[in-house]
């Protein structure tokens, strides 16, 4: 890498490959899924494209980023190295450890659906114990994303098609305050619409357990 901090500390030798502006949030795009250049400029809110280049290209050499083909078509999508995918945990624990950052709202600041699905994994891991599968939607703005619990976790991803038991529309800062437990659903009467079966909402986001219910539409 071009700069560095000089401490044979693991810290510090971290943050010389993943410190600087930009980097974390390239991961975190990827983490989400692998991505074209062109997507990437579109999930990077105010990124510059020269910028943009210069960091895969550093990312790419220290071993954190690599080129694919893609699955369909000759494109090239930016994806993770395993080495670079275990930057997960700790991504997500600095996104459980902002959650007070995140109370006032986006407020001015640019905001894109995509980055629930690595928000939510954050902050519902370990949070649910699931008596039954289910599959849930979660619908921001105009993005449906689909968390599936069962016996043994969830899983955060862009939906895929599948049938979803329930669906979930809210704002972003209501679905994170759900998710990050500040909030539960009986708080959010009127700010929340719930399609579909509210017991398998409940195990999403009130783990303790489902009020008495069938299949509900609020």
Same mark, same amino acid.
């Given at each position: 890498m071009s700069r560095s901090y000089g401490q044979y500390? +693991? @810290?510090?030798? =971290? @943050?010389d *490959? *993943? +410190?600087? $502006?930009?980097?974390?949030? !390239? /991961?975190?795009? &990827? &983490? !989400?899924?692998p991505a074209r250049y062109r997507e990437l400029i579109e999930g990077l809110p105010g990124v510059a494209t020269n910028l943009l280049a210069d960091r895969l290209r550093e990312l790419e050499t220290a071993g954190v980023v690599e080129r694919r083909l893609a699955e369909e078509g000759n494109a090239i999508v930016y994806a993770l190295t395993p080495w670079g995918a275990e930057l997960r945990e700790p991504v997500e624990s600095l996104i459980r450890w902002s959650t007070p950052l995140m109370a006032r709202g986006p407020g001015g600041?640019?905001?894109?659906?995509?980055?629930? /699905?690595?928000? &939510?994994s954050a902050l519902l891991a370990g949070k649910t114990a699931a008596r039954r599968s289910s599959t849930v939607g979660i619908a921001v703005d105009d993005r449906l994303l689909q968390l599936r619990t069962t016996r043994s +976790?969830? #899983? *955060?991803s862009l939906h895929d098609g $599948?049938? @979803? #038991?329930?669906v979930v529309? =809210?704002?972003a800062s209501i679905v994170l305050g759900l998710a990050a437990g500040v909030l539960t659903l009986d708080d959010t009467l009127g700010l929340v619409d719930i399609e579909g079966d509210e017991a398998a909402v409940r195990t /999403?986001?009130?783990?303790q357990g489902p009020r008495p219910g069938g299949s509900v539409r609020r």
């Amino acid at each position: 890498m071009s700069r560095s901090y000089g401490q044979y500390c +693991g @810290l510090a030798r =971290a @943050l010389d *490959v *993943v +410190g600087d $502006r930009w980097n974390l949030l !390239i /991961v975190r795009q &990827l &983490l !989400i899924a692998p991505a074209r250049y062109r997507e990437l400029i579109e999930g990077l809110p105010g990124v510059a494209t020269n910028l943009l280049a210069d960091r895969l290209r550093e990312l790419e050499t220290a071993g954190v980023v690599e080129r694919r083909l893609a699955e369909e078509g000759n494109a090239i999508v930016y994806a993770l190295t395993p080495w670079g995918a275990e930057l997960r945990e700790p991504v997500e624990s600095l996104i459980r450890w902002s959650t007070p950052l995140m109370a006032r709202g986006p407020g001015g600041d640019h905001f894109c659906a995509d980055w629930l /699905v690595l928000a &939510l994994s954050a902050l519902l891991a370990g949070k649910t114990a699931a008596r039954r599968s289910s599959t849930v939607g979660i619908a921001v703005d105009d993005r449906l994303l689909q968390l599936r619990t069962t016996r043994s +976790g969830m #899983d *955060v991803s862009l939906h895929d098609g $599948r049938e @979803l #038991d329930a669906v979930v529309r =809210a704002d972003a800062s209501i679905v994170l305050g759900l998710a990050a437990g500040v909030l539960t659903l009986d708080d959010t009467l009127g700010l929340v619409d719930i399609e579909g079966d509210e017991a398998a909402v409940r195990t /999403v986001f009130n783990p303790q357990g489902p009020r008495p219910g069938g299949s509900v539409r609020r």
